[in-house]
Each structure stands twice: as C-alpha cells, then as structure tokens.
C-alpha cells in the first residue's frame, strides 16, 4: 500500500491497484501469460515498488510498479494508470530469459517473487524446477536500471571463474556444468548499509549430488551482496553438499538485537528444516552458536555427503529435530518394537558421530560466514 492504493497482483500476474477504503479496482494491467504453455510453477509473491526522485514535467510513470512474471518477463506499469513504462526495456519490459542458456522446454525458468528495489536499482532472481537435470539454467541475479531497465550487474550464485574463493568448494570443472542455486524467494534490502541479501536454493540436480561433489558454497545459502555493484560482501551457508532440496525458502529479516546495551544489526535466516539463523548483518557472524554435527555418509554409488551440517543452538529450532524410540509407532505391538529398536540403532550411531566431530570441522568458517 503506498499513495493511497493497494498493489497487488495474481497467479498469472495481472497487478491490480485498489482504493484502500472501497476495495474499488482502480486500474489492472494483464501482461497475457500464454495459458497454454507448460509452467512449472503458477504463482506470484507481489509486486515492488519505486520512485523517481527527479519529477517530470508530465508525472507520466514517476512511481512504477514491477512485476516478475512466470514466463520470466520484468515488466514496470505506471503506478498511477497501470499503463507499461514505455521507457523501461522495450516499451515497458524486459525479456529475462535474454543471456540465460535456457532449456528447449522453457517451462522452468520463471520470475515467482517480487524484485528488489534499491538505489535506483530493480534485483530479480528466478525460479528453476532444479530437478530436471545436471545441466540446467544458472541462477543468475541481475539488477537492471529502474529508470531505463538497462543491465547495471549479475551475479552467479555458482562460480564462473577460477579465481572465485568459492571454486574450491566444487569439485573438478563442476561449477562450469551445474545450474540453479537460484533465488527464487523474496530478497530484503538495507538501503542505510547499500546491501541487498538473497536466499540460495540447491544446485541441480537437488537430489544427487554425485557430479557436484563439495560443500558447493554459494549454494543453499543467504548471501549478502553490495547493492551497487553486486560483489559478495559475506556469505553463510545453512546446508553444505545439499542433497535434500533443503533451499532457503524464507525472506531474510531483518533486525535489530540489543546486546549488553548495544544495538545490533542483525538478519534472520529460517531453513526449511526449522532451524534460525541469527547472524551481524555486516559482516555474516552469528550471534549465537552454531554446531558442526556429524551425519550419515552417503550409500548412494558415486554419492559423497558432507561429513557434518550446522545447528544453530540458539534459538531452538521451530520443528523438532531429533526422532526417539517414544515416536515410534506400528499396526500392532511387535511392528512398534521394531521399529523403537531400529531408532535406537540409528540413534546410537548419530550420537557416536556427534562425539567424535565436536573438536573438529572441516567447515570451519561456517559460524562467521
């Protein structure tokens, strides 16, 4: 809601703009997403934003409205009247798919969030059904000009070049055939700190990771980015070797925490495995203490999983994390014995690994990013 309308748009990313007061439409804009075509994903998370802080004459498309649509278009609209920006790309949109290596099916290569917006600057990630193949489209980040839509910087969440610190965490050339790590949810902006930050997903495939074998660090990640220029300024990773399509689902938050009288700023990370990350928004430290825990080695053939995880121990995880003999359940009372007598194998197991890890981590700059 911003001068006196609700924006909103639709699963096929029509954008709407209503009177707060009536819920009278004022305007709508259809961007005509071919119904027929084959989408991985229908869905839309919302539109953003932005202002031109030099007025014109005639007022024409001074605020605008972006939208990302599912067949990967970027489109500004006239906050006012819902007409296209005729000055942004071609006349009012940009065709995402332009220098992304897309796949004959161009059905999974979409826009499903809305972009960020910060100094004079649109971000936009993508949605990529990573599950389709090894080789798939990469997870580009771009910001394009919010005034003329011209390409101001990308960023790869999978490293492009030899000399990118996180290269040694792919084994031989496979950042030159893996895709995906994209950012297919919702960014946060510290306009005061010029940072912008962007959940990773898992690369593809996200169930096999045999052919990307490594912590695969930007992966599965919240990176912190330098809104002007798009250099990785810190990155923590939640999952490493991701073989569960464990992506960062959650818009970081962001926060201030007051520690011994001191104001802190800080962003939040929730996993989809229920764990929160509380880490310094400058710099990728955590606030609290995280744990590498050992966990079961792979039995997939050609399958290497990282030895250890990260916990955070504080604030205790949203969902419950472990599994005890008390859960177990059968159809009678010989299936509920054994099933509590394999938990308790398992159990024992992880406890030994758990043991035998805590003095040493072959991740260790997992706690400070």
């Known amino acids: 809601m911003i001068d006196g309308m609700v924006f909103l748009s639709t699963p096929y990313n029509r954008v709407i703009a209503l009177d707060p007061q009536t819920g009278r439409e004022r305007w709508r804009y259809d961007p005509n997403i071919d119904r027929t075509r084959l989408l991985a994903i229908v869905t839309s998370r919302g539109v953003s934003t932005w202002l031109d802080p030099v007025p014109r004459a005639d007022g024409v498309c001074r605020r605008r409205i972006f939208v990302g649509t599912v067949d990967a278009r970027l489109i500004a609209v006239d906050a006012a009247t819902g007409t296209p920006c005729a000055s942004f790309g071609r006349n009012g949109q940009i065709d995402l798919t332009e220098g992304i290596d897309v796949s004959d099916e161009r059905c999974c290569y979409q826009v499903t969030s809305p972009p960020a917006v910060v100094g004079g600057l649109v971000v936009v990630g993508s949605a990529i059904g990573d599950n389709r193949a090894a080789d798939l489209e990469r997870g580009v980040v771009r910001a394009y000009d919010a005034q003329s839509g011209a390409l101001r910087w990308s960023w790869d969440p999978i490293p492009t070049r030899e000399s990118d610190p996180a ?96 104001s802190i700023p800080a962003v939040v990370v929730a996993t989809k495995m229920g764990h929160l990350y509380v880490l310094h928004r400058e710099t990728g430290v955590s606030l609290f203490p995280v744990e590498e825990r050992a966990v079961p080695r792979s039995t997939v053939p050609g399958e290497q999983a990282w030895p250890t995880q990260p916990f955070p121990l504080r604030p205790r995880p949203l969902v419950p994390s472990r599994l005890t003999v008390d859960d177990a359940w059968g159809a009678d009372a010989s299936e509920r014995d054994a099933c509590r007598a394999r938990i308790a194998r398992v159990s024992q197991r992880a406890s030994s690994r758990r043991r035998a890890s805590r003095a040493r981590s072959p991740f260790p700059d997992t706690a400070g990013g």
């Open 167 to 262: 290269r040694a965490t792919w084994a031989g050339d496979s950042w030159r055939r893996t895709g995906a790590a994209n950012v297919w949810s919702v960014m946060s902006v510290d306009a005061e700190r010029g940072l912008i930050f962007v959940p990773t997903s898992s690369p593809s495939p996200d169930f096999y990771g045999g052919q990307r074998l490594g912590a695969n660090v930007y992966a599965n990640s919240v990176v912190a980015l330098r809104a002007a220029t798009g250099e990785v300024v810190w990155h923590f990773q939640v999952v490493h070797h991701d073989l569960w399509d464990y992506d960062v689902p959650a818009q970081p938050v962001l926060v201030n925490l007051t520690r011994n009288g001191q």
